[in-house]
């Protein structure tokens, strides 16, 4: 094990933000997280798990261990006559895996294409796309104990699974590493393409016969359309999560403004972050290095350069006056550091 001191985790961070970490340490076994627990635990520092650093803001230099998680391999650990179970290292990247189980046939995982990351967060915060979540293909993990070093097997029902939201974010916050998931596929393909615009792209596209790989490609096209590259400009895609309001409060929301977008859902009525902050004028706004992305409000970017704080201060801004203009509190769904 490898311990190095004052990394810059530049590289580490899709919002490219330059912050150091005082120790890390690239974990590439379930013994390495292990060692560096130990490690971490004797010398008294505070830990960081890091996967592909896609929804993080670093607002400071970390004074901790940061442990990077790079345990790879996927494998085939059992199937029945609908399903097949695969075990993935929680390094693994998780369009990489996505791919891999087209190649292989198996479905469940074609709407959740492109998705930046690893593995080993996709149960963090329950990730989803176009239709779909990983709770769907979800069969279990495993996680080591980050006080007692023991392995603890957590199926779907004990993780606690909403929309971007896990018990790992609530009630077990900062307690187990998660080193493997294991995911059930299916043999026969169920497509899901009421969601936005997957079968006009299959049109466009011109897929007369939907299979995972052509709802992967389209998928892969419409996220291309929209999302900025964060190779390219600096993001870590929705800053905050969709809120959902109580049905009569939306109806007062509705007589404000008819036009505003609504998916109603079992809990209220789910409205586009992206409409309200949009319409509170913030689509497009550049603060020196950082902004509000110009097709995509919800997203904010670091043009290079920029700083973690500013980033946090200016969410704070939208946040607030999306409350003024409308009531309605945003969530963010990027961890804060
Ligand atoms: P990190 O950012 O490294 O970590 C996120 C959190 O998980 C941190 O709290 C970290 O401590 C914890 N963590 C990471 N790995 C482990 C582990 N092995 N054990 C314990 N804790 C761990 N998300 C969606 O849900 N849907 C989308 O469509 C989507 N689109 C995106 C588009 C772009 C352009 C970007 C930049 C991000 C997008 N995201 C999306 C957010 C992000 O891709 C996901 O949240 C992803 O799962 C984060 O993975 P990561 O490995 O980068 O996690
Ligand atoms: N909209 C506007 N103005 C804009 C852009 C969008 O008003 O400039 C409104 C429109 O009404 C549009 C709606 O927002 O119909 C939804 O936009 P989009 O389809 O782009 O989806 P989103 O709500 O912004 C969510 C997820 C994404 C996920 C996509 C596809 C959240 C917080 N975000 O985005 O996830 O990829 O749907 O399923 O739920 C992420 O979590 O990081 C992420 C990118």
């Given at each position: 094990?490898?311990?190095?001191?004052?990394?810059?985790?530049?590289?580490?961070?899709?919002?490219?933000?330059?912050?150091?970490?005082?120790?890390?340490?690239?974990?590439?076994?379930?013994?390495?997280?292990?060692?560096?627990?130990?490690?971490?635990?004797?010398?008294?520092?505070?830990?960081?798990?890091?996967?592909?650093?896609?929804?993080?803001?670093?607002?400071?230099?970390?004074?901790?261990?940061?442990?990077?998680?790079?345990?790879?391999?996927?494998?085939?650990?059992?199937?029945?006559?609908?399903?097949?179970f695969v075990e993935v290292g929680a390094g693994e990247n998780w369009h990489t895996f996505v791919l891999h189980c087209i190649e292989n046939d198996w479905a469940g995982a074609e709407n959740l294409s492109l998705i930046p990351g690893t593995v080993g967060a996709s149960p963090m915060q329950n990730i989803g796309a176009y239709g779909v979540e990983i709770k769907e293909i979800f069969q279990s993990l495993q996680a080591i104990n980050r006080d007692t070093l023991e392995m603890k097997v957590?199926?779907?029902?004990?993780?606690?699974?909403?929309?971007?939201?896990?018990?790992?974010?609530?009630?077990?916050?900062?307690?187990?590493?998660?080193?493997?998931?294991?995911?059930?596929?299916?043999?026969?393909?169920?497509?899901?393409?009421?969601?936005?615009?997957?079968?006009?792209?299959?049109?466009?596209?011109?897929?007369?016969?939907?299979?995972?790989?052509?709802?992967?490609?389209?998928?892969?096209?419409?996220?291309?359309?929209?999302?900025?590259?964060?190779?390219v400009i600096g993001n870590a895609g929705s800053f905050f999560k969709n809120?959902?309001?109580?049905?009569?409060?939306?109806?007062?929301?509705?007589?404000?403004?008819?036009?505003?977008?609504?998916?109603?859902?079992?809990?209220?009525?789910?409205?586009p972050a992206a409409w309200l902050i949009e319409k509170a004028g913030w689509k497009g706004k550049t603060f020196d290095k950082i902004g509000v992305h110009k097709n995509q409000p919800l997203v904010l970017v670091n043009y290079g350069g920029g700083d973690g704080h500013d980033i946090k201060l200016l969410s704070e801004k939208i946040q607030q006056s999306v409350l003024q203009q409308f009531g309605i509190l945003l969530h963010p769904e990027v961890n804060f550091l």
């Open positions: 094990m490898n311990i190095q001191e004052n990394i810059s985790l530049q590289p580490f961070n899709t919002f490219g933000i330059d912050k150091k970490a005082k120790f890390f340490v690239k974990a590439k076994s379930e013994e390495d997280v292990k060692q560096a627990l130990d490690f971490a635990k004797k010398s008294n520092l505070p830990i960081f798990i890091l996967g592909g650093g896609s929804n993080i803001l670093l607002t400071k230099d970390l004074d901790a261990l940061v442990i990077k998680m790079e345990i790879t391999g996927i494998k085939i650990i059992g199937e029945n006559e609908d399903e097949v957590f199926n779907a029902g004990d993780c606690g699974f909403g929309y971007r939201d896990s018990v790992f974010k609530n009630d077990l916050k900062n307690q187990f590493v998660i080193t493997k998931v294991i995911f059930s596929l299916k043999k026969k393909p169920v497509f899901h393409m009421e969601y936005g615009s997957i079968k006009q792209t299959l049109e466009e596209m011109g897929v007369k016969t939907p299979s995972i790989a052509f709802i992967s490609k389209a998928v892969i096209q419409i996220r291309q359309s929209k999302l900025p590259d964060p190779k809120p959902t309001v109580p049905f009569d409060f939306f109806e007062t929301l509705k007589k404000a403004y008819p036009e505003i977008p609504s998916f109603p859902n079992e809990q209220g009525v789910k409205i």
